[in-house]
Nanobody
Framework: EVQLVESGGGLVQTGGSLRLSCAAS????????ISWFRQAPGKEREGVSC????????YLPDTVKGRFSTSIDSAKNTVYLQMNDMNAEDTAVYYC????????????????????WGQGTQVTVSS
């Protein structure tokens, strides 16, 4: 069974940057979609990025486009989320998730489409 482990969370000041990592064990990212979601206290989980494990196609919603980016290192079975120019609204627990191939093509990020989830990593942006 695939296990996803996030790392790289922590405390950052407004305007700063963080890079999160999502490493897979027990499987690969080939022929799958890997996305990042976040959940702030009292709010629903929302998607912030998507990458196709086969061809590297990405999708990011307008809420983070221009500040966040995602990439994949297939040799390391690791997906990254680079977050720049961060603000207090980025404070949340960040999760990576794996779903079937092709999900990035639709320009949507639905929680129910993902089968495997990491345990999450806390990101806090302070002013």
């Amino acid at each position: 069974e695939v296990q996803l482990v996030e790392s790289g969370g922590g405390l950052v000041q407004t305007g700063g940057s963080l890079r999160l990592s999502c490493a897979a064990s027990g499987g690969t990212f080939d022929d799958s979609t890997i996305s990042w979601f976040r959940q702030a206290p009292g709010k629903e989980r929302e998607g912030v990025s998507c990458i196709d494990g086969r061809d590297g196609t990405t999708y990011l919603p307008d809420t983070v486009k221009g500040r966040f980016s995602t990439s994949i290192d297939s040799a390391k079975n690791t997906v990254y989320l680079q977050m720049n120019d961060m603000n207090a609204e980025d404070t949340a627990v960040y999760y990576c998730a794996q779903g079937v191939d092709g999900l990035c093509l639709y320009g949507t990020l639905y929680v129910y489409e993902y089968d495997y989830w990491g345990q999450g990593t806390q990101v806090t942006v302070s002013s």
